[in-house]
T-cell receptor, first 113, second 113 residues
Framework: NAGVTQTPKFQVLKTGQSMTLQCAQD?????MYWYRQDPGMGLRLIYY???????DKGEVPNGYNVSRLNKREFSLRLESAAPSQTSVYFC????????????FGSGTQLSVL | KQEVTQIPAALSVPEGENLVLNCSFT??????LQWFRQDPGKGLTSLLL?????REQTSGRLNASLDKSSGRSTLYIAASQPGDSATYLC????????????FGKGTRLHILP
C-alpha cells in the first residue's frame, strides 16, 4: 500500500531558484494538504484542497502556489525560493469529511542556501 | 483563531510507567481531535480520532479523552515501552465544513529502558 507519496525526499536550492514538490495519494481521498514543519513552530498549513479543482490558503501561503492536478495529485511550487523556506514539507490527505483520519507522506527536506 | 498547546514539550519516563500527555485548545467549538505519532525523520501517523460527541477512544495501550467544555484532551499510554519513544502531536478540526486542521507543537517522549 503506497498511501501518500512525496517526491523528492531531499532538495537543496539556491536563493531565487524555483521547484515543484510532488504529492500523490492512491486512497481515493478528496482532501489534500501541504504543511511545513519547523523547529519550535510546529506544523503549519500552507495550502489545502477540499476537492479536485479547488484550493484554499492556509496559515502561511506567501511564496507558494499549488495545483490540484487531478484527484490523486497535489503539487506545491516555490517560484523564487528564499532561505526562510528552508523546512520539512509534508503532504497529507483524507477522505474528505472532517471525521476521517489524516494520512501523511514521509516528507521533503528542503534547504535554501 | 484556534490555538493548540501541548505541555510539556519533552518528557522522559522509565519503562513500564503509565503516562499522560496533555493537549489544550482555545476554541471549544471543535468538530474532532486527533492524536498523532511522529518518529524522527518520518511523517505523522494518526493514532486516535475523537469526534466532538465522544468522550474517549481506545486503541491497545492508548486511551484518548476529550473534554470540549474545558478545551482539553489527554493521551494516556499504559505500561510504556522504549518503542513508544516518539513525538506525539494533537490536532483539531474546528468545523465540519472547515477543512483546516490546526496542530499543537507536540510532546517529545523518551522512554528510558
Amino acid at each position: 500500500n503506497a498511501g501518500v507519496t512525496q517526491t523528492p525526499k531531499f532538495q537543496v536550492l539556491k536563493t531565487g531558484q524555483s521547484m515543484t514538490l510532488q504529492c500523490a495519494q492512491d486512497m481515493n481521498h478528496n482532501s489534500m494538504y501541504w504543511y511545513r514543519q519547523d523547529p519550535g513552530m510546529g506544523l503549519r498549513l500552507i495550502y489545502y484542497s477540499a476537492s479536485e479543482g479547488t484550493t484554499d490558503k492556509g496559515e502561511v501561503p506567501n511564496g507558494y502556489n499549488v495545483s490540484r492536478l487531478n484527484k490523486r495529485e497535489f503539487s506545491l511550487r516555490l517560484e523564487s525560493a528564499a532561505p526562510s523556506q528552508t523546512s520539512v514539507y509534508f503532504c497529507a490527505s483524507r477522505v474528505g469529511t472532517s471525521n476521517e483520519k489524516l494520512f501523511f507522506g514521509s516528507g521533503t527536506q528542503l534547504s535554501v542556501l | 483563531k484556534q490555538e493548540v498547546t501541548q505541555i510539556p514539550a519533552a518528557l522522559s519516563v522509565p519503562e513500564g510507567e503509565n503516562l499522560v500527555l496533555n493537549c489544550s485548545f482555545t476554541d471549544s467549538a471543535i468538530y474532532n481531535l486527533q492524536w498523532f505519532r511522529q518518529d524522527p525523520g518520518k511523517g505523522l501517523t494518526s493514532l486516535l480520532l475523537i469526534q466532538s460527541s465522544q468522550r474517549e477512544q481506545t486503541s491497545g495501550r492508548l486511551n484518548a479523552s476529550l473534554d470540549k467544555s474545558s478545551g482539553r484532551s489527554t493521551l494516556y499510554i499504559a505500561a510504556s515501552q522504549p518503542g513508544d519513544s516518539a513525538t506525539y502531536l494533537c490536532a483539531v478540526s474546528s468545523e465540519w465544513w472547515d477543512d483546516k486542521i490546526i496542530f499543537g507543537k507536540g510532546t517529545r517522549l523518551h522512554i528510558l529502558p
